[in-house]
T-cell receptor, first 115, second 111 residues
Framework: AQSVTQLGSHVSVSEGALVLLRCNYS??????LFWYVQYPNQGLQLLLK??????LVKGINGFEAEFKKSETSFHLTKPSAHMSDAAEYFC?????????????FGKGTKLSVIP | NAGVTQTPKFQVLKTGQSMTLQCAQD?????MYWYRQDPGMGLRLIYY???????DKGEVPNGYNVSRLNKREFSLRLESAAPSQTSVYFC??????????FGPGTRLTVT
């Protein structure tokens, strides 16, 4: 079984400041890891994913995340926040195993950007 | 490509009424999914279909049924709606069963 914990249901940053959204996971097998973004009244959009290989992954809109196996973490960062980054962000995990189709999501972190 | 489409966008039901939420994808994906999203709960999987002709329960299947009509379409049915089913429902599809693409959602209120 796998689970995802996102620290902080609500994070506020100033425009231009560093964005750091935390995600820790548990998985009995090596995982695939994802970050999704949801803008108000919209569906979820894939921001970035880690499957295998390089542990630092880059996504859309200047976001990146680093897979740290020893810390079971996959934190999302962006060097400089823009107003357009205000949204809800979800971390998700699925086991790296053939035939497994279920994503487990965290409860989400709502990011506010203060002008 | 329209991607994943869902109908209706909004729906209000009375307790005990039934309805079907429709989902279609035009990406020729094998797998399709139904989630519900509740405040502070993230997304929870209701049912999924790994391939045409198969369906399986997810985390919260009680009170729901699904039909994988063909490769494109996956419907979710509420036979007797309850206020606890007030939620936003998302359909998703995936080619590999890993990376999922989401529809815009259906906002359902049961009174």
């Amino acid at each position: 079984a796998q689970s995802v914990t996102q620290l902080g249901s609500h994070v506020s940053v100033s425009e231009g400041a560093l964005v750091l959204l935390r995600c820790n996971y548990s998985s009995s097998v090596p995982p695939y890891l994802f970050w999704y973004v949801q803008y108000p009244n919209q569906g979820l959009q894939l921001l970035l994913k880690y499957t295998t290989g390089a542990t630092l992954v880059k996504g859309i809109n200047g976001f990146e995340a680093e897979f740290k196996k020893s810390e079971t973490s996959f934190h999302l960062t962006k060097p400089s926040a823009h107003m357009s980054d205000a949204a809800e962000y979800f971390c998700a995990v699925t086991p790296l195993r053939a035939g497994s189709y279920q994503l487990t999501f965290g409860k989400g972190t709502k990011l506010s950007v203060i002008p | 490509n329209a991607g994943v489409t869902q109908t209706p966008k909004f729906q209000v039901l009375k307790t005990g009424q039934s309805m079907t939420l429709q989902c279609a994808q035009d990406m020729n994906h094998n797998s399709m999914y139904w989630y519900r999203q509740d405040p502070g709960m993230g997304l929870r999987l209701i049912y999924y279909s790994a391939s045409e002709g198969t369906t399986d329960k997810g985390e919260v299947p009680n009170g729901y049924n699904v039909s994988r009509l063909n490769k494109r379409e996956f419907s979710l049915r509420l036979e007797s709606a309850a206020p606890s089913q007030t939620s936003v429902y998302f359909c998703a599809s995936s080619e590999t069963g890993v990376e999922q693409y989401f529809g815009p959602g259906t906002r359902l209120t049961v009174t």
